[in-house]
């Protein structure tokens, strides 16, 4: 995120009601370089790394955040735009942008992931779609890899010159984290297919909300849990073990949270979407979910 001052540009949420597949190696939008002619440092850039945000500004699209940003002098910039269809370069590679604070503007590139209106699941799997295959592309070039790859609220973390804490809550909010995107670019960047599963907006927003979880664990009998939507010891505790053969809402909720079909049986689909959820975690790789895996999946 570069300023919360933008106004928003309102589009209407078109709310998919289904699931399909949308492999990753389907073609990359094509990059239009449109350079901004304010907010810019003219200072030099050589890239080490590649930050990733979230505009926070709902409906402005690529091409909405580029003419804002030509306009209107906010001391705030970014390398790439990405939205459902497009992805504008604003700033050249070897120029320092305005994002994440001074240290890491004179170390990385960045990519602003453009948020659609209201919560629309198939504009936001574009955009995950096309930040993928543009921070794949970016990597390749530069020979580097998922590591090179950084969120701005790493560097808030890291650098303490900003507090911002974007893209984290903005993937949340569509059933993926970080380490998942992080995780699908390192396969786009090894060529491998990405399948990604766009999931019904209601089931993404309801299922991944520990609110959802901890009511359904009252539900069954699991806890008698406050529904107060923060994952902490006691909602931990009441979590089960599950394994494949599980079904049920409990099974769907961490669907949800994996990104895989949230049809709430636990076959060998989701047991392989656990692996690697342990493996980028440096868990046991079994599949299982228990106590360290329940904690990563509720982010504690
Ligand atoms: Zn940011």
Same mark, same amino acid.
């Given at each position: 995120?570069?300023?919360?001052?933008?106004?928003?540009?309102?589009?209407?949420?078109?709310?998919?009601?289904?699931?399909?597949?949308?492999?990753?190696?389907?073609?990359?939008?094509?990059?239009?370089?449109?350079?901004?002619?304010?907010?810019?440092?003219?200072?030099?850039?050589?890239?080490?790394?590649?930050?990733?945000?979230?505009?926070?500004?709902?409906?402005?699209?690529?091409?909405?955040?580029?003419?804002?940003?030509?306009?209107?002098?906010?001391?705030?910039?970014?390398?790439?735009?990405?939205?459902?269809?497009?992805?504008?370069?604003?700033?050249?590679?070897?120029?320092?942008?305005?994002? !994440?604070?001074?240290?890491?503007?004179?170390?990385?590139?960045?990519?602003?992931?453009?948020?659609?209106?209201?919560?629309?699941?198939?504009?936001?799997?574009?955009?995950?779609?096309?930040?993928?295959?543009?921070?794949?592309?970016?990597?390749?070039?530069?020979?580097?890899?998922?590591?090179?790859?950084?969120?701005?609220?790493?560097?808030?973390?890291?650098?303490?010159?900003?507090?911002?804490?974007?893209?984290?809550?903005?993937?949340?909010?569509?059933?993926?984290?970080?380490?998942?995107?992080?995780?699908?670019?390192?396969? !786009?960047?090894?060529?491998?297919?990405? !399948?990604?599963?766009?999931?019904?907006?209601?089931?993404?927003?309801?299922?991944?909300?520990?609110?959802?979880?901890?009511?359904?664990?009252?539900?069954?009998?699991?806890?008698?849990?406050?529904?107060?939507?923060?994952?902490?010891?006691?909602?931990?505790?009441?979590?089960?073990?599950?394994k494949?053969?599980?079904?049920?809402?409990?099974?769907?909720?961490?669907?949800?949270?994996?990104?895989?079909?949230?049809?709430?049986?636990?076959?060998?689909?989701?047991k392989?979407?656990v692996i690697?959820?342990q493996?980028?975690?440096?868990f046991t790789m079994d599949g299982i979910?228990g106590?360290?895996t329940?904690?990563?999946?509720?982010?504690?």
């Amino acid at each position: 995120m570069l300023s919360k001052k933008l106004i928003p540009f309102i589009s209407a949420a078109v709310l998919s009601g289904t699931a399909f597949f949308m492999p990753a190696n389907v073609k990359a939008a094509a990059v239009q370089q449109e350079y901004i002619n304010k907010n810019r440092s003219h200072q030099a850039l050589s890239p080490i790394g590649l930050v990733i945000h979230d505009t926070d500004n709902e409906g402005a699209t690529a091409q909405n955040n580029r003419d804002y940003f030509n306009r209107v002098y906010v001391a705030a910039s970014a390398h790439y735009f990405v939205d459902w269809n497009t992805d504008i370069q604003t700033i050249p590679e070897n120029e320092v942008a305005w994002h !994440a604070g001074p240290t890491a503007n004179h170390r990385y590139l960045s990519i602003e992931m453009c948020m659609p209106y209201g919560h629309d699941a198939a504009k936001f799997n574009a955009v995950y779609q096309n930040t993928i295959e543009l921070a794949a592309s970016i990597c390749k070039r530069y020979n580097w890899n998922a590591n090179n790859i950084f969120s701005h609220y790493w560097c808030s973390m890291t650098f303490h010159q900003t507090n911002h804490e974007d893209p984290i809550a903005f993937l949340e909010q569509y059933g993926r984290s970080w380490d998942m995107l992080l995780s699908d670019i390192q396969n !786009a960047i090894n060529g491998q297919s990405v !399948a990604i599963i766009t999931q019904p907006a209601q089931s993404a927003a309801f299922y991944n909300s520990v609110a959802s979880l901890q009511a359904e664990l009252n539900k069954q009998g699991f806890g008698n849990l406050v529904v107060d939507n923060i994952a902490g010891p006691k909602t931990l505790a009441a979590c089960p073990l599950i394994k494949q053969g599980a079904e049920g809402n409990i099974t769907k909720w961490v669907q949800g949270r994996l990104g895989v079909t949230a049809d709430g049986m636990f076959g060998s689909e989701t047991k392989q979407a656990v692996i690697n959820f342990q493996r980028t975690h440096g868990f046991t790789m079994d599949g299982i979910i228990g106590e360290n895996t329940w904690k990563a999946l509720l982010g504690i």
